[in-house]
């Protein structure tokens, strides 16, 4: 069954700690994303890569990073510095050559006490 | 860069009313605009989509407008159902891949 795969789906986690957030694809889209979603702020972009090792920030890109060594995965970290991490956080992921829908993951929530 | 606003923040309708969700975009090159819903606590799915050369497009009781001078879209559900609540994003899309979605609406749909 061909899908985007997020891990884990909750997690907690004390103010300062890094935390990495998982994104597995079998879809072989060569296009993955980060997104940020907050009530009422809709989904705003993080980070996104069209192409393995290569990636770009998005809008609100300040407190996390992001590698592509792999075409299938696109891990992001939360680090100390982002301010306010508490989120919900969905990955997605867009063919090239594809209709141009964008499928995302289950989606992670992290919770900062 | 691109800029999509979307209203009504909240929708309440009565089952079997017509919902109407409107966006705006600011980037003339925008040429994709889809419609997701995300029902609570799960992923965004597409529902819809329409491309800048089509004014129309309809799906069953769910159809799409756009106006590409006034640089507006809308999404049309006709005979709510309950299970048509759900937040529901817009998107516009300037370049090949880089989608800008709305703020979303959530919409109530009571029995």
């Known amino acids: 069954d061909g899908g985007i795969t997020q891990s884990p789906k909750y997690l907690f986690r004390k103010e300062g700690q890094n935390v990495t957030l998982s994104c597995e694809q079998n879809l072989n889209h060569d296009a993955m994303y980060w997104y940020r979603q907050d009530p009422g702020q809709g989904l705003r972009l993080i980070y996104y890569?069209?192409?393995?090792?290569?990636?770009q920030k998005g809008d609100i890109a300040e407190g996390y990073s992001v590698s592509r060594e792999k075409k299938e995965s696109f891990p992001l970290t939360v680090t100390s510095a982002q301010k306010n991490p508490t989120a919900f956080y969905l990955c997605?992921?867009?063919?090239?050559?594809?209709?141009?829908?964008?499928?995302f993951g289950e989606g992670s929530r992290l919770t900062v006490l | 860069g691109e800029n999509v606003e979307q209203h009504p923040s909240t929708l309440s309708v009565q089952e079997g009313d017509s919902a109407v969700i409107k966006c705006t975009y600011s980037?003339?090159?925008?040429?994709?605009f889809p419609w997701y819903k995300q029902e609570l606590g799960k992923r965004p799915q597409l529902i819809i989509d329409i491309r800048s050369n089509v004014g129309e497009k309809k799906d069953q009781r769910i159809a799409v407008t756009l106006n590409k001078t006034a640089k507006h879209f809308s999404l049309h559900i006709t005979e709510t159902q309950p299970e048509d609540s759900a937040v529901y994003f817009c998107?516009?899309?300037?370049?090949?891949?880089?989608?800008?979605f709305g703020t979303g609406t959530r919409l109530l749909v009571s029995p």
């Open positions: 980037d003339s090159a925008s040429n994709y």
């Open positions: 890569s069209q192409i393995v090792n290569d990636f």
């Open positions: 998107a516009a899309r300037p370049g090949f891949q880089k989608l800008v």
């Open positions: 997605a992921s867009i063919s090239e050559y594809g209709t141009g829908e964008l499928f």
